[in-house]
């Protein structure tokens, strides 16, 4: 056997060639094996690092505490997790390829070189260099089109954005394949038109990196006065609405053009340094170090990054409300789970389905780590929504006009859900009946435990006329079939009670 296998959960059945190989397993590329893994991908990995291993497992630690908070569907069942002890056996029946060696060129040439001598001949390859163009990627190459830039950025199994860059070399359709597998697992290609050292967004960075450099080498700003002026200012506006919308307002009711030429003149004034950069001597070195240590050495690094998953899991969690910037990645990509669910769930009706499997976000707990009240009902409303969806009553037949409204709802708490602890929601069918569907949720821990239950009825609406109604004939038609195969099941303990009623 020339591979450890260090994970495997049973998987839904998925196609055979959705298998990953990452070569490389630091940050980053421990970062591509947690974003493949958790979105139901068999991943195999090679680095020589004996620690490899244990990096990885880190940052596979971090991000099931996190990637599955962003969203309030379930994800797919982990895939397989092998270290293997060659390139060759890691790249064997791969789709995807991420290469995320040492941006160093010969290296990475020599790594390519390896991999093509191993890859399918369809087997997307990426690179994770954040400033080589692909065409210096693909030089002596024997199939240099098979090769882009994938720049990912730091957590990749968080951040949605992956920049994508490809030479006249790689055909068109090939691209957009790469785009479509990216998508799969979650991410927001950003496919770049032409070649360009760094990019786009390294290039931005650098630019305020350099600045930054200069306020600390002259004295006017330590490393916490420059990361504040980000943090609670135009950092917060970047989040949702970038640079050019960002600007487009403050130009207001006039638009781009007014702010352009109101601001526009102070760009030839002497502010800038960008051109240059400080000399970075030990003098600096240990200034800017000494600055870092008294911010945030008080924490770990592992503490420093489950802060940093904890509030971009909040921050693009809020942002799903309006579908903007990065929210709106999650948005589509949580449509297309929720179909998969339903289309999966939807024969299960002699059993009670399972219509919730998530942790529960930082963001949905109180002072002591708890689920407060309001998350639990949001908890089974999720549970409602993705059992309407079972029925067919899902997105585009509430886009058509018809839905159900929650009429009524009885939620008993038996035990507590904790920050980043499991939980599962079965759902039971206790009548349906015309308009009506009363539903009977029931919220498991980890172990099998009952946590809370929510008996809840619903209306059918017409959303036009705003009136009850009959559902369509395939929702009442689905419907039906999963209240006959519920009632022959027991009556679950709680239901019909009201509060201050003791058990019989």
């Known amino acids: ?66 990637l599955p908070a962003l969203y309030d569907v379930s994800l797919p069942p982990e ?103 990216l998508r799969d697992i979650g991410l927001k290609p950003l496919l770049i038109g032409k070649e360009i050292d760094a990019h786009i967004a390294d290039r931005l960075l650098e630019a305020v990196w350099r600045e930054g450099l200069w306020l600390v080498n002259d004295g006017i700003a330590t490393t916490e006065e420059i990361d504040d002026a980000i943090r609670f200012g135009f950092g917060l506006r970047w989040a949702q609405m970038g640079l050019f919308e960002t600007y487009r307002i403050a130009g207001g009711e006039a638009g781009m053009s007014h702010f352009i030429a109101q601001f ?21 070195i240990a200034k800017i170090a000494d600055q870092s240590d008294a911010q945030s050495g008080h924490l770990s690094i592992r503490e420093l990054e489950r802060l940093r998953d904890d509030n971009l899991v909040g921050m693009m969690r809020a942002l799903k409300k309006s579908g903007s910037g990065a929210g709106g990645t999650i ?7 929720r179909q998969s669910i339903a289309s999966n769930g939807a024969s299960a009706t002699a059993q009670l389905p399972q219509t919730v499997s998530r942790p529960v976000p930082q963001s949905w707990t109180d002072y002591n780590g708890h689920m407060n009240e309001a998350h639990y009902l949001e908890a089974f409303a999720q549970a409602s ?45 206790l009548s349906a009946a015309g308009k009506k569907m009363q539903l009977f949720h029931s919220m498991y821990g980890p172990d099998n435990d009952l946590i809370a239950t929510c008996e809840t009825l619903l209306i059918h609406v017409d959303l036009t006329t705003r009136r009850a109604c009959p559902p369509e004939d395939a929702v009442a038609g689905k419907l039906a079939e999963f209240a006959t195969s519920h009632a022959s099941l027991p009556i679950p303990d709680g239901a019909g009670r009201h509060v201050g009623q003791k058990p019989a």
């Open 264 to 284: 526009g003149p102070a760009l030839k004034w002497p502010w800038t340094k960008l051109m240059n950069v400080p000399d970075l001597t030990p003098e600096l």
């Open 1 to 66: 056997m020339t591979h450890t296998e260090i994970n495997h959960k049973t998987t839904a059945p998925h196609s055979p060639n959705r298998k990953a190989a990452i070569i490389g397993g630091g940050v980053i590329g421990g970062g591509w094996v947690a974003r493949f893994l958790l979105n139901g991908w068999d991943v195999s990995v090679y680095d020589p690092d004996p620690d490899a291993e244990r990096k990885i497992g880190l940052v596979l630690a971090n991000a099931r505490r996190s």
């Open 385 to 429: 929504d993705t059992f309407m969806a079972l029925i067919g009553a899902d997105d585009a037949y509430i886009a058509a006009g018809k839905s159900f409204f929650t009429a009524e709802s009885h939620l008993r708490h038996i035990a507590e859900a904790k920050a980043g602890q499991r939980i599962s929601i079965t759902s039971q069918v």
């Open 79 to 181: 895939g397989s997790l092998q270290f293997c002890n060659s390139l060759a056996d890691t790249v064997a029946g791969a789709t995807w390829i991420q290469e995320s060696a040492p941006e160093q060129l010969a290296i990475k040439h020599r790594i390519l070189g390896e991999i093509q001598q191993f890859a399918p001949d369809d087997a997307i390859i990426g690179s994770s260099t954040s400033g080589f163009k692909p065409s210096e990627l693909q030089e002596n190459a024997t199939k240099p089109g098979q090769i882009v830039v994938a720049h990912p950025f730091n957590p990749v199994y968080l951040l949605p954005l992956i920049e994508i860059v490809a030479s006249d070399k790689s055909d068109a359709a090939f691209v957009r394949n790469a785009c479509d597998v």
């Open 331 to 337: 948005n589509d990509h949580e449509q297309a789970l």
